[in-house]
């Protein structure tokens, strides 16, 4: 059969890597995942073979130990780690949008500081800007940060929803600082907090308090990170001048957002496959249900989406390694991948029936899965706010 999600015009290269982590998934992922994903087990094995693959190191520059490939090689990996099992791409989402913000905006130091490590995975970055009681509203921070007569900045707040919080050994946190600027995000400010992996108080001032469980996305730790009088020296201000964290921000998670279209393009390619499958070897009145029209044409609107998803996702990723602005692309992209994702997976689960229900069947996990990226680097409804003020601002009377 015609075969779904194909980019054309990709390099030698890109291929090559798109056909060994493809290799990887079918080998070492797909048979592994729903042990792994029901057992809510950390996927270190699958982790060390990503590490010595080099996948951490994807987007960091040649010159810092990385591969130095662009955006659109990193999503299409993403797509095929998430057609396997969307936790494993949740290792990388967040340790590539940190090395993203440092190549584009840290200081000489912190570069030659932390890439050629995270090139590596030998350091292992997460993304904080979330809070308990904030939502999508980045502006109204509360964790604040203080200097003291030392030049040091004491933090205090607690921030939320850290994916690889406990696994991580480098926090990209987003903060309030006093910059004396008249508008809520000017006086923001991105931290780069270094730390060891585990859960309690990892350093001074600084606690992981445990997972948080979650209906999917298991096997990856996601947590909450409590600052208590942390002392972070100046240092530690990404690109070295506070107040700029939010626009450093906001440029990370323009990559996460194609990230996690990849991902939704990944779990829907996935949920379509096993759709395709069971309903060619399930039979009902004398046939295999495939050829019952209501199936068929169910199969035919979930490729159709799962298409359109992929080419959006490729549009947005292209467009960022282009330079030019992608906000609204990757708006699009994110919000259509997720709902159609959801759209798709849940057909399958109906074309599984009975079976869909069991935790043998593999559309199960997939089933908890899908909700997240409908929610996850910004919910529909923020997607739907970036782009309408995009397409206004093109529109303008």
């Known amino acids: 059969m015609t075969r779904l999600a194909q980019t054309l015009g990709l390099t030698e290269f890109q291929s090559e890597i798109l056909d060994t982590v493809r290799t990887f998934v079918e080998r070492d992922i797909i048979p592994n995942a729903q042990e792994l994903e029901h057992s809510d087990t950390y996927p270190q094995a699958i982790v060390d073979r990503m590490r010595e693959m080099g996948l951490f190191g994807l987007m960091i520059p040649e010159e810092y130990g990385g591969l130095g490939e662009s955006l659109l090689t990193y999503a299409l990996c993403v797509e095929e780690l998430a057609r396997g099992w969307m936790s494993v791409s949740g290792v990388i989402n967040t340790h590539f949008i940190v090395a993203y913000m440092i190549r584009q905006h840290g200081t000489d130091a912190q570069k030659e500081h932390f890439l050629p490590r995270m090139a590596t995975g030998e350091v292992r970055g997460a993304f904080s800007m979330s809070e308990p009681e904030l939502g999508s509203d980045v502006a109204a921070i509360r964790t604040k940060a203080k200097r003291d007569a030392g030049g040091n900045y004491i933090i205090n707040g607690q921030k939320m929803w850290l994916t690889n919080g406990g696994s991580s050994t480098l926090v990209a946190a987003l903060v309030k600082t006093e910059e004396g600027a008249d508008k809520p995000h000017?006086?923001?400010?991105?931290?780069?907090?270094?730390?060891?992996?585990?859960?309690?108080?990892?350093?001074?001032?600084?606690?992981?308090?445990?997972?948080?469980?979650?209906?999917?996305?298991?096997?990856?730790?996601?947590?909450?990170?409590?600052?208590?009088?942390?002392?972070?020296?100046?240092?530690?201000?990404?690109?070295?001048?506070?107040?700029?964290?939010?626009?450093?921000?906001?440029?990370?998670?323009?990559?996460?957002?194609?990230?996690?279209?990849?991902?939704?393009?990944?779990?829907?390619?996935?949920?379509?496959?096993?759709?395709?499958?069971?309903?060619?070897?399930?039979?009902?009145?004398?046939?295999?249900?495939?050829?019952?029209?209501?199936?068929?044409?169910?199969?035919?609107?979930?490729?159709?989406?799962?298409?359109?998803?992929?080419?959006?996702?490729?549009?947005?990723?292209?467009?960022?390694?282009?330079?030019?602005?992608?906000?609204?692309?990757?708006?699009?992209?994110?919000?259509?991948?997720?709902?159609?994702?959801?759209?798709?997976?849940?057909?399958?689960?109906?074309?599984?029936?009975?079976?869909?229900?069991?935790?043998?069947?593999?559309?199960?996990?997939?089933?908890?899965?899908?909700?997240?990226?409908?929610?996850?680097?910004?919910?529909?409804?923020?997607?739907?706010?970036?782009?309408?003020?995009?397409?206004?601002?093109?529109?303008?009377?």
Request: proline share 3%; aromatic share 8%.
């Open 186 to 397: 000017k006086n923001l400010t991105t931290f780069l907090v270094e730390k060891p992996a585990g859960f309690g108080e990892v350093a001074p001032g600084l606690t992981i308090p445990g997972k948080i469980d979650k209906m999917g996305y298991k096997g990856i730790d996601t947590t909450e990170l409590v600052f208590d009088n942390y002392a972070a020296p100046a240092e530690s201000i990404l690109g070295g001048i506070p107040g700029r964290g939010f626009s450093h921000m906001m440029d990370g998670v323009e990559v996460g957002r194609v990230n996690v279209s990849a991902r939704a393009c990944g779990v829907a390619i996935r949920a379509f496959e096993l759709a395709a499958r069971y309903a060619q070897q399930r039979s009902t009145f004398g046939k295999p249900i495939a050829q019952h029209q209501a199936i068929s044409f169910s199969l035919a609107e979930m490729a159709t989406k799962v298409e359109a998803a992929h080419l959006m996702m490729v549009n947005a990723a292209r467009l960022k390694d282009s330079g030019e602005r992608n906000d609204v692309a990757a708006g699009m992209a994110k919000y259509l991948a997720s709902e159609y994702c959801s759209e798709v997976t849940q057909a399958s689960f109906r074309i599984h029936g009975g079976y869909g229900y069991s935790k043998e069947y593999e559309i199960e996990r997939l089933m908890r899965e899908a909700p997240f990226l409908l929610i996850g680097e910004g919910t529909s409804e923020i997607q739907k706010t970036i782009i309408s003020k995009g397409v206004l601002r093109d529109y303008a009377l």
